[in-house]
């Protein structure tokens, strides 16, 4: 894959996490029951993996290069990218807060459900901008050098990553079975 691919197939993860998340946010504003596991899974996942893994690869390595290719001429995209994942930390931080005071007080099921739709509907967003505009314009911005010098550095990730990244894909999988599984009909006949 190239760089670009393995930050696409990274946000098509993230995208199903934040579908958890959303998910979660939808019970908790409607008062239903919630085990204490899933809402500290999705936080952890978006704290190590969407920021630990994802954000910090592209600012260390994507952006610093498209910087030194020019980038900041071209709208001030990274600029308004590195904005994005300091206010998605804040938001994953109150999650953090508020799942940490066991989302058992009307006060935390508050500042949960609003912290929780705010970051997923940044983040998405934020997904699209980069999948849609940033990544086309490092492909034509970045030289072939620098993108096999970025192409090498992600292998490193990928391998240091790998079972952290399997790790997260079967969290993700299992939240996601639990709480979008259809229920089953009586058979006809
Ligand atoms: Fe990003
Ligand atoms: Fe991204």
């Given amino acids: 894959m190239t760089p670009m691919e393995v930050l696409r197939a990274e946000h098509r993860l993230i995208e199903r996490g934040l579908d958890v998340l959303e998910a979660l946010a939808g019970r908790v504003a409607r008062n239903m029951s919630l085990a204490p596991e899933p809402p500290r899974q999705i936080h952890a996942f978006l704290r190590d993996f969407a920021d630990g893994i994802h954000h910090a690869k592209e600012e260390q390595e994507l952006f610093p290069s498209l910087l030194d290719h020019g980038a900041e001429r071209q709208g001030g995209l990274v600029q308004m990218m590195l904005a994005e994942h300091a206010d998605g930390r804040a938001y994953v931080r109150e999650i953090g807060e508020t799942v940490t005071l066991g989302l058992t007080s009307d006060e935390s ?52 990553n790998a079972a952290a990244r399997a790790q997260w894909e079967r969290v993700i999988d299992r939240l996601i079975a639990e709480l979008f599984r259809t229920p089953r009909t009586a058979a006809a006949g």
Avoid: G
């Fill in 109 to 160: 099921r508050e500042r949960f459900v609003v912290a929780a739709r705010a970051y997923a509907d940044m983040l998405r967003h934020h997904i699209v901008k980069e999948d849609q505009a940033l990544w086309p314009l490092a492909e034509r911005l970045l030289p072939a050098e620098a993108m096999a010098e970025l192409d090498r550095r992600f292998t490193a990730h990928a391998e240091s």
